[in-house]
């Protein structure tokens, strides 16, 4: 992730939010203009940049900082991408809820749904690519949860389309989405939003 992985939210059009949401770590949107952040400064618990003077009063200017750390998302999204020889296609036909994944590189050529709980079961230096040519769809009220001392920086949910996460569902990984990620009323997630 490298310059990226400061962040909980990047994106390269903007971040918007209904009051009041609990963010902990670095906020920021480059290109565009800060004036497309849309968070009040008391939801961030970290620091929110911006490349020009609009946005949250509590912003801070630095465009180099976030040419970097787009460019790194950039780099991050297209590794994940790329990484071919999947040890599993199209697990479940797109729908993975219920089932309890171990680690390595999954691929699907459609949309992936989570409609009952996942679990990603493996050590602290274990990982998991998941790569979605589609959108994903984590269903209201649904986990996906960590097991046998998995950890959360080593999840990556690359999606050419756009992410939903369902009301009151918990999430976990980074998120490297090219398109759009929507987090519905009360979802969470430990891990990282990244958007193209």
Known sequence: L??????AILSKSG?????RSAIVGDVGSSPITGAAIGLEC????GT???????????RVVDPLRLTSSVGAMETAYNDAAGRSLPDVLNLGAGEIGGLTL????????SNVSISHDVTLE???????????AGNLREAAATNVTLAGGAQAKNVFWQTAGAVT?????????????KTMIAMKT???INGRLFAQ
């Open 15 to 19: 971040i918007t939010d209904v009051f």
């Open 102 to 109: 171990a680690p390595g590189l999954y691929k699907w050529t």
């Open 48 to 58: 929110v940049y911006t490349v020009n003077a609009a946005g949250p009063a509590c």
């Open 122 to 132: 493996g050590g602290p230096n274990d990982v998991w690519i998941l790569q979605i």
């Open 165 to 177: 996460l369902g009301t009151t569902s918990h999430f976990e990984g980074t998120i490297l989405s």
């Open 2 to 7: 490298g310059s990226a992985g400061n962040f």
């Open 186 to 188: 009360h979802a969470s």
């Open 42 to 45: 008391n939801e961030v618990t």
